[in-house]
């Protein structure tokens, strides 16, 4: 794991947060809905398979969301999204687990559990049909990937790097993320995506992560050879069904 002295301000009070954060008291298990399913369902419907993020706020943006999270994930579905990402982590992007529970009960697309998941306890929170691994920040990666998959869940691993990815495919990931953003400065480049991809292989889940924003953006990394992709500010700026509408519509 990645010293937290390496990383932004931002993300270094991120981490701090997590580690204090306790886990379930009991076991969690899940029967999830396939992510990947999904994908394939929203590309045979003629959609640009999308996880859209239902997310407060975040260090990254201004301002704070305040409607019913329900209607917005709802609203998401409606406008095509494949899936969703629902925020737990609830210092610093307004999350909570009972949003995600009463998400996943109001809609019938996989629902991914957004998170700075450090420790094997902290699965044991809420269920969802994917989690979240960051490759940078877990210590034992193959560990706590087995632990997620022994309670049912499926497991997208972020990375941002080569050798991150390198070390998520030896943990025995096979759904990646390659996040646009780096977490040391927090900067967002969508030529990351770019670079990175070659190195996950086709039998691979791959998701471009952070960025996306225009249809030139959703182009680009379908082109690039992303399977899907996770859209948060781009959605959650204004009307989320339109908003997930204008960037699943396939032109690409």
Known sequence: MES????APAVRSILASARERAGGDE???VTARSLPEAFERASADGRVPVIAE???TSPTTDGERTDDPVELAQG???????ALSVLTEPDH???DPE???AIREAVDVPVLRKDFILEESQLDTVQADVVLLIARFVEDLESLLTAARERGFQVLVETHTESEVEAALAAGADIVGINNRDLAQLEVDLETFERVA???PDDVTLIAESGITERADVRRMCQAGADGLL???AIMDGDVRANTQRLTETDV
Request: charged share 15%.
């Open 4 to 7: 937290s002295e390496e990383v």
């Open 27 to 29: 076991r969690v298990t």
């Open 54 to 56: 239902v997310k407060p």
């Open 76 to 82: 998401m579905v409606e406008g095509g999204a494949a």
């Open 93 to 95: 992007f307004g999350g």
């Open 99 to 101: 949003t995600l529970t």
């Open 198 to 200: 070659p190195a996950v």
């Open 231 to 233: 859209v948060g500010s």
